[in-house]
């Protein structure tokens, strides 16, 4: 009932800059948090940044300073501004969405198909 949809992956060399967006769509009657995680091969999905409805926001260690998380949400999107990209920092970026949904008004969580981002050396 409600899609995410990633944007903006690619390939850089180390140092370079990548903006990743995410637009959620569907039924939805708010959005509670937005977060990308992202996933090394042999890795566990780790959380990079999430920001909430009050736009508080939170940052693994190894991002702080150099990403940034935004949202706009008259567009239901949210974005990862990433600068001074390491080749550490290759892997799957996924969104993830805790919605509220309309009629029942439960949250749901909901994830995007992901997008690859590859830097190199």
């Known amino acids: 009932q409600v899609q995410l949809v990633e944007s903006g992956g690619g390939l850089v060399q180390a140092g370079g800059s990548l903006r990743l967006s995410c637009a959620a769509s569907?039924?939805?009657?708010?959005?509670?948090?937005m977060g990308w995680y992202r996933q090394a091969p042999g890795k566990k999905r780790e959380l990079v940044a999430g920001?909430?409805?009050?736009?508080?926001?939170n940052y693994a260690d190894s991002v702080k300073g150099r990403f940034t998380i935004s949202r706009d949400n008259a567009k239901n999107t949210v974005y990862l501004q990433m600068d001074s990209l390491k080749p550490e920092d290759t892997a799957v970026y996924y969104c993830n969405a805790v919605v509220r949904v309309p009629t029942t008004l439960r949250l749901d969580d909901y994830w995007g198909q992901g997008t690859q981002v590859t830097v190199s050396s």
């Open positions: 920001i909430t409805n009050g736009r508080d926001t």
């Open positions: 569907g039924s939805i009657f708010s959005i509670n948090a």
